[in-house]
């Protein structure tokens, strides 16, 4: 099909047919209001015809921007790709918190974590915006069919006011090798037992803290079994993605399907064909495993999520354990990108790919052993820094990428432009619909993240902004936003890691200076550049 712009594309999508206003001699008044009546009165018809765009919505568990698509010959993606070479490939998209719940928060809500108040996992959004209008539930209250399934909002926290039906999970356990189900089982319910403590000592509180795991208490942090794809959530999200599929090409309306998946997330698990894509000797380690010079030492933590996993051990991981882990990412993450192209593919065996857009995104970075960390968990490029393919039917700039800065909160006002819904006045984000119309194009001046810390008995924020060159990170007081207990600048044209905190380099000090008026204006002065 040929190619237009994405405007152009919507503009066809969502035409809307006009009747020229005449004004007719008296005579035959009466004669030609009664057919403009009757031309009228067809227009539904009309609009039932030509059916709006669907979407396909697929969140990535822990999946940071390391596959083909973005640059990586090691990472077997074949189907994320290909996705990948029908859309436009986000290099700079940046979530708000990087951790699980608030990110997903901020992108479904539009809003961002200091308006959601979700800043950990136990927090639901609708306690701080009860009245909120969620991305899903705009499109069900646009006459859309709108199904969700697998990990979209956080586990635990579903939203049902989102769904047409209700949301869906896979009954696949998280091992499928039986020793290791029943060490889970066992953690399962032990966990169950200690957050109905917690929750009867915090009855009335909002926001309390989730209690700590403790190390080595859930099962292994990796399996490898010679099992069916179906056997692990994936596969069995997957079939379910599919048969939802068939039933919804089969309505008469528009549907908004989100799909979640949750491998490469903790623990990773993959059948062993997946494994067996890597040789584990290639698999190089991190070459920065230092934390940042300069920067304090909360900037970045222990990866207590990972230690939560039995045989991960409390101190140093050995670079064989290591190899292992990464090798387990990566074999997880090409069984999440096989069971993708199976979605995929039904839609486009099914005739829905001309009329679906497809966005897939990870919910933040992910840090394998770079700055002696793992996991998320901080306001560092690596952890920030996320991946994001949008793909439109009949796009012009189809198979390209691009270097805007956009932050996750633009997704919602994006795919509402995309399919001509109204735009609720709560959203905190820009529609980036003009750079998919033109990739290279000036937009954002900085992107936005933030992330908590209970330091030293203050309660601190490290809010972090990201520019074209810099990393501007200022840790200050919760209750007094004015003290400022730390400042990490990094360089990201020299210092593309982040490994040397600049911020005291008298050198800097101009730079700093303009970067700290910029982040002071905030992500409202930071709107896209004409």
């Known amino acids: 099909s040929a190619a237009f712009p994405v405007r152009a594309v919507l503009e066809g999508t969502m035409a809307v047919h006009r009747l020229p206003v005449i004004l007719p001699p008296r005579g035959v008044a009466g004669v030609l209001a009664a057919m403009l009546v009757a031309a009228t009165a067809s227009l539904p018809a009309l609009a039932a015809e ?14 940071r921007p390391e596959f083909g698509a973005y640059g990586s010959r090691l990472v077997k993606s074949p189907h994320l790709d290909a996705l990948a070479a029908k859309g436009v490939v986000f290099h700079r998209a940046y979530c708000q918190q990087a951790v699980c719940s608030p990110s997903r928060s901020s992108l479904l809500t539009g809003a961002r974590p200091d308006t959601t108040k979700v800043y950990d996992l136990v927090t639901h959004f609708r306690t701080a915006m009860p009245d909120v209008v969620t991305l899903p539930q705009l499109f069900k209250q646009s006459g859309y069919v709108v199904q969700g399934m697998g990990k979209l909002f956080h586990a635990g926290y579903d939203d049902p006011r989102s769904w047409s039906v209700p949301w869906q ?19 399962a319910a032990e966990e169950a037992r200690r957050d109905r403590a917690a929750a009867r000592r915090s009855a009335g509180e909002a926001g309390h803290p989730k209690p700590a795991t403790r190390a080595n208490t859930r099962g292994p942090a990796y399996e490898s079994a010679d099992v069916a794809d179906s056997a692990y959530h994936d596969g069995e999200l997957a079939d379910m993605a599919i048969e939802a599929l068939r039933t919804l090409a089969a309505g008469q309306e528009p549907f908004w399907l989100g799909v979640g998946f949750i491998c490469p997330h903790l623990p990773f698990v993959a059948p062993r064909r997946y494994w067996d894509l890597y040789d584990r000797e290639a698999i190089p380690l991190a070459d920065n495993q230092f934390r940042p010079k300069g920067s304090p030492g909360y900037a970045i933590v222990p990866p207590g999520e990972l230690r939560a996993y039995r045989d991960i051990p409390g101190g140093q991981i050995s670079e064989d354990l290591a190899r292992t882990l990464k090798h387990g990412y990566y074999a997880a993450l090409s069984y999440m990108d096989a069971q993708l192209g199976r979605v995929v593919a039904e839609l486009e065996r099914l005739g829905l790919a001309d009329s679906t857009i497809v966005v897939v995104w990870g919910d933040h970075g992910w840090k394998l052993g770079e700055h002696d960390a793992w996991c998320k968990h901080s306001n560092m490029e690596l952890d920030t820094r996320s991946p994001l393919i949008v793909c439109v039917p009949g796009m012009r700039h189809a198979g390209e990428s691009t270097e805007a800065l956009v932050e996750f909160v633009d997704i919602y006002p994006t795919l509402a432009e995309l399919c001509g819904l109204p735009l609720p006045k709560h959203l905190e984000g820009t ?33 972090s902004m990201r520019t074209d060159r810099y990393r501007l990170t200022r840790w200050v007081d919760r209750d ?26 008298p050198a800097r000090a101009s730079v700093l200076a303009d970067l700290t008026a910029q982040w002071h204006r905030g992500w409202q002065a930071a709107g896209p550049r004409p």
């Open 50 to 63: 030509a059916r709006r765009t669907n979407v396909l919505f697929i969140a990535v568990d822990d999946l």
């Open 169 to 187: 999970k896979p009954d696949a356990p998280r091992y499928a090798v039986p020793s290791h189900q029943a060490l889970d089982a066992t953690f």
């Open 431 to 463: 529609s980036f619909v003009p750079v998919l119309d033109d990739p290279g194009r000036a937009w954002k001046s900085a992107a936005f993240s933030q992330y908590p810390r209970n330091v030293r008995g203050k309660r601190l924020m490290g809010y």
């Open 480 to 505: 007094d936003p004015m003290q400022v207990d730390a400042v990490e600048l990094f360089d990201e044209q020299e210092d593309p890691q982040e490994n040397t905190n600049v911020a005291t380099n």
